[in-house]
């Protein structure tokens, strides 16, 4: 079956500018995750939704991230004023939560390349 | 406080030779434990992962990975490694909610893994 999409793909901007950055997950996929990678380094977690839940914002790195998930389809995020320090590849990834354990399962990531 | 340490940032193997990836962890309770594989320019792949059971796991790509309880530890390994396999690799871990973990998954900062022709 189709895995987790994301697009764009790659994405080059202009300090200053919004971006907004989509992902697909797998289809009945309850739980959705937002990753930041910078260039050489590891995993940091952003965001997560799980079903109808409140989302855990708790990762976000500044009021200019936001994320939006509409019940158990489509996410995006989105950075309001773009800087350079924003120049990561973002990963989202998609999971079936049974109640007690979940595998993610990633997309190939957008690469943002600010300024 | 739940953390994981890949001790090694670059593994170094020949083809043909066993590989291990270290990867050693603290959480409250009984943890679950992933790896991922990391290929050049694309997303994390899922390899395997501990949940309860058998010590020993087995996943994709011939890897296999060992839960040692005592030493806190769950150690990738592959028999005989392949060129293709050079990669970054990730190990992650949480604990179980009802011993007070959340949902988050706290990940190590990656091994290197360059296998040489």
């Known amino acids: 079956g189709a895995g987790v999409s994301q697009s764009p793909s790659n994405k080059v901007t202009e300090k200053g500018k919004d971006v907004e950055l989509r992902c697909d997950p797998i289809?009945?996929?309850?739980?959705l995750y937002w990753y930041r990678q910078r260039l050489g380094q590891g995993l940091e977690f952003l965001i997560y939704?799980?079903?109808?839940?409140?989302?855990?914002k708790s990762g976000l790195p500044s009021d200019r991230f936001s994320a939006e998930r509409t019940g158990e389809s489509v996410s995006t995020l989105t950075i309001q004023r773009t800087q350079q320090e924003d120049s990561a590849v973002y990963l989202c990834?998609?999971?079936?939560?049974?109640?007690?354990?979940?595998?993610?399962?990633f997309g190939p990531g957008t690469r943002l390349l600010v300024l | 406080a739940q953390s994981v340490a890949q001790p090694e940032d670059q593994v170094n193997v020949a083809e043909g030779n066993p590989l291990t990836v270290k990867c050693t962890y603290s959480?409250?309770?009984?943890?679950?434990l992933f790896w991922y594989v990391q290929y050049p320019n694309r997303g994390l792949q899922f390899l395997l992962k501990?949940?309860?059971?058998d010590n020993l796991v087995k996943g994709s790509y011939g890897f296999e990975a060992e839960f040692n309880k005592s030493q806190t530890s769950f150690h990738l390994k592959k028999p005989s490694a392949l060129v293709s396999d050079s990669a970054l690799y990730f190990c992650?871990?949480?604990?179980?909610?009802?011993?007070?973990?959340?949902?988050?998954?706290?990940w190590g900062l990656g091994t290197s893994l360059a296998v040489n022709p």
């Open positions: 992650a871990v949480r604990g179980p909610i009802n011993a007070g973990n959340n949902r988050k998954l706290i």
């Open positions: 959480v409250s309770g009984n943890p679950y």
């Open positions: 501990y949940i309860t059971g």
């Open positions: 289809s009945g996929h309850t739980a």
């Open positions: 939704f799980q079903g109808n839940s409140a989302p855990d």
């Open positions: 990834a998609s999971s079936f939560y049974n109640g007690l354990q979940e595998t993610q399962y």
